[in-house]
Every structure is written in C-alpha cells, then in structure tokens.
C-alpha cells in the first residue's frame, strides 16, 4: 500500500500543480475576454460615432445635391428669359433695319427726283423772251 500511497501523493500533487496552472489561465482568459469586451465596447462606441458622421454627411450631400438642382434649374430659367429678351432685341433691331433701309431709299430717290426735276423743266418749258415795248418817236416831217 505504501507503494500506491505515494503514486497516490504524486497524482495528488500534479493534480494541484494542473489546478493551481488551470486557475492562472482561467484567470488569464477571463482578464483577455474583459479587454475584449471592453474594447468591442469601444469599437461599438467609435462605430456608433462614426455611423452618424456618416448619415450627416449623407444629408449634407443630399442637400448640397438639391441646392446645385435648384440653382442649376433657376439657371435654366434666367438662361430661357435672357434668349427670350434676345429674341425680342433682334426682331426690333431687324425691323428697325429695315426701316432705316426703306427711309434711305426713299430719301435716295428723292434727291434723285431733286436733282433730275429742274433740268427737264428748263427743257420741256419754253425759254420766254422778253420783249419791252417801247415808244417809238417819229419824227415830225415837214410834210404834214
């Protein structure tokens, strides 16, 4: 018995070296899960953080989006009236053209009329010739 009493004692004390060294690691992975944790805590935190920088930004982008949408569409309309006005400019600066073209034009043919006039009146009226009347004197004769 003596010789299984110290096997026994010999188990016994590995058994409580493999106790003492399961107990560190033990203590050593439940250390290394709270620093886990903890810090999956602080992940979630920074993600959480980060998620809503995101979705503000996102709103920001939609909202500078739509703002170019309506500065771009009210673009449009100034660019829509301006060729409207343009329109309009050409159409009065066309017909004033042409009344201009007109107006020379009859002027031209009036100082072509003035200047063509006054020699065919001299041909076609007849050149008057002034007579004077003037009394004759006859002399007295001696034989009357």
Sequence with gaps: MAFGLGKLAVLESKLNIYEDLSQQMLDKLEKAVGTISENSNKIAIILE???????????????????????KDQEEKNHQILHERIDRIQKKVDSNQK??????AVLATLVTIMQVVPPVVRVLTPQVSSATISAVVMPVSEFS
């Design 49 to 71: 953080r980060h998620e809503s920088r995101l979705d503000e930004s996102e709103r920001t982008d939609n909202l500078i989006l739509k703002m170019i949408d309506e500065l």
């Design 99 to 104: 009344f201009v073209v007109g107006a020379g």
